[in-house]
């Protein structure tokens, strides 16, 4: 083992690792085939490893559905958006929905997963996810088996991370959807509510919201207060803005009220499906103000398409220095960009806190000072 590593109690010498299964969990984003051609191509020139992709997150390990993928195939993989595993946001090992005796129970099914890696020699699991896909990593690593981590998210919502890739080609996207509704909000002199992903960070509808001109930033950070929200689009009719434009955040909340749910979080702990904000708030501003409202949902166009420039490097970045962790024999670890170096950090503390909008850092006073409304009151705003 290399005297430069930094050892846990889940170090391993790498001169005993030949395969490594790579696998990506939960929602997908753009950038995720990047690191995968990254990490492979690593593997491969720099150590002579093998890599097995796995399919569909940890569903493929139970099913067994593993494709070995070399340097050949992933020629051009870094432009391609989603994941060519596939991956799955249901089916959590731990709690795994399993029949018995004609009912549909949840056992905690881990014991099956290290079976069936150790079965196919695979001898170290990187493991490419956000919160979820990680905590089912940190509990497979505290069974004994290696594992590394590399968090992806549009939501940009992990601590660990200063970004997470897929965040920067969601913010485009949703960038581009406000630039375009400009255009007919104005011809029309209406009100356009544009909700945008995130689930409970609001990161996306904030800085999107300040690079395409949104009048108004809706964010679950700052629970919101509709007759400051009304009160700003008047004033803007009133001095002759005969538009406003509206980003909102899907787990954005009024002050009084809760989330809205398209599906609520179930009894069992199951998550929600977060949606309807929007309607929400254009129905609020159309009977306030009398301003024609209408309402654009981004949804998964956000998580779609080619990663942007930004994503494909942070992503590659983090796909080959997944590899080097393990050819330095350090388990147990995240990827992660601080400031402009990637550094690592044990996926336990890493996945401890969610990384959410500081309701007064300098973004939202950015934010602020430009008069745009955040849904309180604004102190830069002299009012009469
Ligand atoms: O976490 C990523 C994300 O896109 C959230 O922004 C969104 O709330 C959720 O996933 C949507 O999940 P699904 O793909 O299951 O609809």
């Not at 395969?19 to 995720?32: A, E």
């Not at 491969?44 to 097995?52: D, F, L, R, S, T």
């Not at 356009?192 to 809706?218: K, N, S, Y």
Request: net charge positive; with cysteine.
């Amino acid at each position: 083992m290399s005297k430069s590593v930094k050892k846990n109690k889940y170090s391993i010498d790498p001169e005993n690792v030949k395969r490594i299964g790579i696998l990506t969990g939960g929602g997908d984003c753009p950038g995720l085939n990047a690191v995968i051609r990254g990490f492979v191509r690593c593997c491969n020139k720099v150590y002579g490893w093998k890599v097995v992709g796995i399919k569909d997150g940890f569903d493929g390990i139970l099913s067994e559905d593993f494709m070995e993928i070399s340097t050949g195939d992933t020629r051009g993989l870094q432009v391609l958006g989603g994941t060519i595993l596939g991956t799955s946001n249901r089916g959590n090992p731990l709690q795994y929905p399993v029949e018995e005796d004609g009912i549909i129970v949840t056992r905690d099914v881990t014991d099956q997963i290290l079976k069936n890696l150790k079965k196919h020699k695979i001898d170290v699991l990187v493991s490419v996810g956000g919160d979820g896909t990680m905590k089912i990593a940190q509990s497979i690593l505290e069974k004994g088996f290696p594992v590394i981590g590399v968090p992806k998210t549009i939501d940009n919502d992990l601590g660990a991370t200063d970004v997470t890739f897929g965040y920067n080609s969601a913010l485009a996207c949703a960038t581009n959807a406000l630039d375009k509704l400009h255009t007919t909000a104005e011809s029309h002199h209406r009100a356009l509510v544009l909700e945008v992903m995130g689930r409970d960070c609001g990161w996306i509808a904030l800085e999107a919201g300040i690079a395409g001109g949104a009048d108004v930033i809706l964010i679950p950070e700052i629970p919101f207060d509709m007759d400051e929200v009304n009160r700003h689009i008047h004033e803007r009719k009133k001095s002759g803005s005969r538009f406003s434009i509206i980003a909102v955040a899907e787990g954005a909340f009024p002050a009084r009220d809760s989330k809205v749910y398209k599906k609520k979080p179930g009894p069992d702990g199951s998550p929600g499906k977060l949606g309807g904000i929007a309607d929400w708030v254009a129905d609020k501003i159309s009977f306030s103000t009398e301003i024609e409202t209408r309402v654009a949902v981004l949804g998964h166009l956000q998580r779609g398409g080619t990663p942007t420039t930004f994503d494909r490097v942070l992503a590659t970045r983090f796909g080959v220095e997944a590899a080097h962790l393990i050819g330095n024999g350090e388990i147990g670890k995240i990827v992660c960009l601080r400031g402009r170096e990637i550094k690592s950090y044990d996926i336990k503390s890493a996945i401890k806190d969610l990384k959410v909008v500081n309701p007064d850092g300098q973004t939202v006073r950015t934010a602020e000072a430009l008069g745009i409304c955040m849904g309180r009151e604004n102190k830069y705003e002299k009012r009469k």
